[in-house]
């Protein structure tokens, strides 16, 4: 599990994500289909890569770059540029490789990345592979959307950070925060307690519903834990939305970067890494992590089964989860599932590392069984509750 040995730090993006995240940058559907695509991802060597389970599987990395080159084109989907440093990863991969890189529907959700799995099966605008919250990816398994895949690194991801059979693995954590104007406020927040005060009344907004989004999804998992939950039960998380609603302090507005930057919204609950992104486009911008309900979210990454350009797809997991690739994502703001062997191994951005903002006290983690168990709750229950 993750260390805070050391301080800790998307833009936008509406997934429950953890999806959530700032600007969205959208770059255009790859409308071209690939070489694999048309042949069930077999290359000219006669490797089927939709089916390889590991780059050492289809004959070393040497075949898989080879193979992701051929097929020149990769599709992503639900991952803003902004978002924990994507940009930079998508630059440095094209930069190493000269793979083109797709994104659609940047600032969709992590149902919206499942939806696009299943919809688009069979077509080139598949995408080839996806992120998307913790509590999402059990059912992206029951749909059977994921590919097995193991990248090089997998031995060193610990056991409860991957599904054993390979279809998703950890990238990385953030840490739920309340981001403020501090303009706004005569008594800066603190807690999840102190949003019930008048002060807050009509201010409180997610950056989506947290039926959809992990990011508003984490914002009630903290909620639950401020409020006599635990990681076993997000019920009272549930119950402090709905007396917050009821005390007219919850705003059904979705939070957004342009809102922040122009002061509509005043205050939104969301990963550390995203306050901290806003904070640069609105200088009165404040980030605290709630004493009472310090939660700690994973997102996952996965092959889609479907992918159009399978052996790209598995290049692109390679690449971040190699030290590149993590050190890109210190360097947005949230912690790589690999970051403590990287510490040990010293590969770590030291720099970057150390600006990673830390919580006051331990965050409470819940796993991929606990989520999927949360979000059902959630899915059942939020709309009568809160109404929105």
Known sequence: MISYARPHGRAWKRLLGMGAAVTAVIIAVAACSSGGSSSGGTSAAGIAWSHVTSAAEGGGMAALVKAAKAEGSL??????????????????FTKQYGIKISVTNPEGSSQDALNACSQLKGTSRAPDDVEVGTSFA???ISDGLFAQYR?????KIPAAEKD????WTYDYAGLMSIGYNSADFRVPPTSFKS???????????????PTSSGDAFGAVFAAALGNGGSV?????????????????????VESTPAGIESGQIKLTIAWSFLNAQWS???????VVVPSDGQYLGYYVQAVCSNSPHPAAARLWQEFMYSNTGQNLWIQGGVRPVLLQSMVAARTVDHAAYKALPAPSGTPKFANAAQQAVAQGYVDKTWSSAVGS
Request: no cysteine.
């Open 164 to 167: 054993p059979q390979g279809r």
């Open 75 to 92: 599709n992503l989907i639900a991952i803003p540029r902004t978002w924990a440093n994507y940009g930079g990863l998508m630059d440095a």
């Open 280 to 286: 640069a486009v609105n200088s009165k911008w404040k």
């Open 138 to 140: 059990p059912v992206g």
């Open 151 to 155: 990248v090089q690194s997998w031995a």
């Open 232 to 252: 076993n039960d997000i019920q009272p998380g549930v119950s402090y939305f709905a007396r917050l609603t009821k005390a007219g302090n919850f705003s059904p």
């Open 195 to 209: 949003l019930l005060a008048p002060e807050y009344k009509n201010a409180v907004t997610l950056t989506g519903s």
